[in-house]
């Protein structure tokens, strides 16, 4: 499905999941399980004791400030486990856990495109405006950011699904600049994506407005340009711009900032986001929520191999999100739990 047929489908989405949910809430939806938004630590305490035994390393992001890892290993082009720790579960930070670097969603290795004669430098780079002329770089430290705006990314594809469903019209006006990226083919006649946008983040300007930088990504069998390096080693060469003004949206930028990364869910929330990211995998990765009793306990005597040998000495007690999917017909799972401390 292209970008734009499924930003499309966001409207009828939206009204599907209002009259599932307005149906369901009164007949199956505790009083109790409904929060105000507060962040449910205590209900998830026990599975963060488990998921962090004494004397278990602490294995931080350090690109994300409330998103952690919580096994040494893993590695975004062979790992089966993405076993994640989200401090506050707002929904960008959800999405970022388990949407951002996950193996899962990895294409296959293709037919490497056809190098142009005379590749793009770096600088001069726009993706045919996407991104502001001159304002492309390597390395995020270059970039007006602060360290703390560049320690909040934000998960460019599900951060532009909620701004469709809150507000289509603002939302795929923020939206184009990433259309423009993925359509870029670089003079090969291949219909596969070479780079997208990953990550978000959102500066304050001096005068009070906001600026949208982004990282590009490029996969690991598309070298095309000079200039484009791997900074954090992860085998997917990436670099960083700020959008051209003209898609800059700002009441959407601010209900990212205010809703999307500034409100806390509900556990109750935190379940329905859940079962619409399961819904959103099911296609493409054949995704599906582990029940509760093979959640339970993290690894138990039914989880595959690679569960046991990925988690190592870590074990989970009833992770907040538990996803099996196979979208290459080999098993591999999200874990994430909530509210954990740092040591």
């Not at 856990?97 to 290795?109: C, H, S, Y």
């Not at 142009?116 to 770089?137: K, Y």
Request: aromatic share 10%; charged share 25%.
């Amino acid at each position: 499905m292209t970008w734009k047929r499924h930003f499309d489908g966001a409207r009828t989405r939206a009204l599907a999941r209002t009259v599932a949910a307005v149906g369901l809430a009164a007949w199956f939806v505790p009083v109790a399980a409904i929060g105000a938004g507060r962040a449910p630590r205590t209900m998830y305490a026990r599975a963060v004791a488990a998921a962090r035994p004494p004397g278990h390393e602490w294995h931080s992001d350090t690109q994300h400030e409330a998103v952690h890892h919580l096994t040494a290993t893993y590695d975004r082009r062979a790992s089966s486990v993405l076993v994640r720790c989200v401090d506050t579960p707002t929904r960008a930070n959800l999405d970022f856990a388990a949407w951002d670097r996950n193996a899962m969603r990895a294409q296959a290795r293709t037919q490497r495109p056809t190098r142009p004669s005379a590749p793009t430098t770096r600088p001069d780079l726009t993706f045919g405006g996407a991104l502001a002329p001159g304002s492309v770089t390597d390395d995020l430290s270059d970039t007006p950011l602060t360290a703390d705006e560049r320690a909040r990314p934000m998960s460019w594809r599900p951060a532009m699904q909620y701004l469709a469903d809150w507000d289509y019209a603002e939302g795929s006006a923020f939206a184009e600049p990433g259309w423009l990226i993925e359509d870029e083919r670089w003079n090969d006649d291949g219909s596969v994506t070479c780079q997208e946008i990953t990550r978000l983040f959102l500066r304050s300007g001096s005068d009070g407005g906001v600026e949208a930088w982004v990282e590009v990504e490029f996969k690991p069998w598309a070298p095309l340009l000079d200039g484009v390096t791997d900074g954090d080693g992860d085998g997917f060469p990436e670099l960083f711009g700020r959008l051209d003004a003209r898609s800059m949206r700002e009441p959407a930028a601010r209900r990212l900032r205010d809703d999307y990364a500034g409100r806390a869910l509900s556990a109750h929330d935190i379940r329905s986001w859940e079962r619409d990211l399961v819904e959103e995998w099911y296609g493409p990765y054949y995704a599906s929520a582990m029940d509760a009793s093979a959640r339970e306990v993290v690894p138990n005597v039914d989880s595959d191999p690679d569960v046991r040998a990925e988690l190592g000495h870590v074990v989970l007690s009833s992770p907040a999100v538990a996803i099996r999917a196979e979208p290459r017909g080999k098993a591999m799972y999200t874990f994430l739990v909530i509210g954990c401390s740092r040591p």
